[in-house]
């Protein structure tokens, strides 16, 4: 007889072969190599045991969307081939925190959370990669900058020099008709080409595009998503929707 963890690690790693598969298609579908787009792990609320089984069939990033969460499970996954990424909404005094953990934050959407960013990264002598969040969808819930300012904040954001941007990364719209969520991914793209084409930022250096989950994933890389960011459909459904983990007033 199997026991729950043998039962538990067979459905992820059933669950990981699936999304693989769906992203390879979805790739081959765009005409786009399958090298060209990386799986995130959104272990929000998910424990320690369950995100080792993933690393152990293969997986390399996660992503985190508070500091405590990355705080509990530090411990846990130390040793561990593993890149994390912070991809929740971050608050200037938990800045600290957060570069203890991870080597990403994908949620800059404010020159304050920059400013100290730069500074606490001077302190420490190093560089962080970061992306710009984007609200693609235009709704109040959700944090990002507005569309219209990402091309003066990319250009701001030149004052900060140990800040390394390297693209932008939007939530979406949530809805479970492609056609409606498909102008949110398609915009993402396009601001990114804008700042590569006005020269803000060469293109091998802005080349992310973060975006798209476990219910959109092919509409994002066919808009071309470079990091598709899923979580239920590998460790299956939360207490709480992902309009919840999305819509966060702290980190």
Request: aromatic content about 6%.
């Amino acid at each position: 007889m199997q026991s729950d963890n043998d039962n538990s690690e067979q459905l992820i790693r059933e669950n990981l072969a699936f999304i693989h598969r769906r992203i390879a298609a979805a790739c081959a579908a765009s005409e786009r190599e399958i090298t060209a787009v990386k799986l995130l792990l959104a272990t929000k609320t998910v424990p320690p045991e369950k995100i080792k089984i993933a690393i152990a069939n293969g997986e390399t990033l996660i992503g985190e969307n508070k500091i405590q969460e990355l705080k509990e499970k530090d411990a846990a996954l130390a040793g561990l081939k593993l890149e994390r990424h912070f991809i929740g909404h971050l608050q200037s005094n938990k800045v600290k925190d957060v570069l203890r953990y991870a080597s990403c934050i994908q949620s800059v959407d404010r020159l304050a959370i920059a400013e100290a960013l730069q500074k606490r990264l001077e302190l420490e002598s190093r560089q962080l990669d970061i992306m710009i969040q984007v609200n693609t969808s235009f709704e109040e819930s959700k944090f990002g900058l507005h569309p219209d300012q990402v091309l003066h904040f990319v250009e701001a954001m030149k004052q900060f020099p140990l800040l390394h941007i390297t693209g932008l990364m939007t939530i979406g719209l949530f809805d479970a008709d492609p056609e409606k969520v498909r102008p949110s991914f398609r915009l993402l793209r396009t601001l990114r080409d804008e700042i590569v084409n006005n020269g803000l930022l060469p293109a091998a250096q802005c080349r992310e595009l973060s975006m798209g989950m476990s219910g959109d994933l092919e509409t994002a890389i066919a808009e071309g998503a470079t990091i598709v960011r899923v979580g239920t459909a590998i460790f299956g459904k939360r207490s709480y929707p992902d309009s919840y983990y999305w819509n966060e007033q702290t980190a």
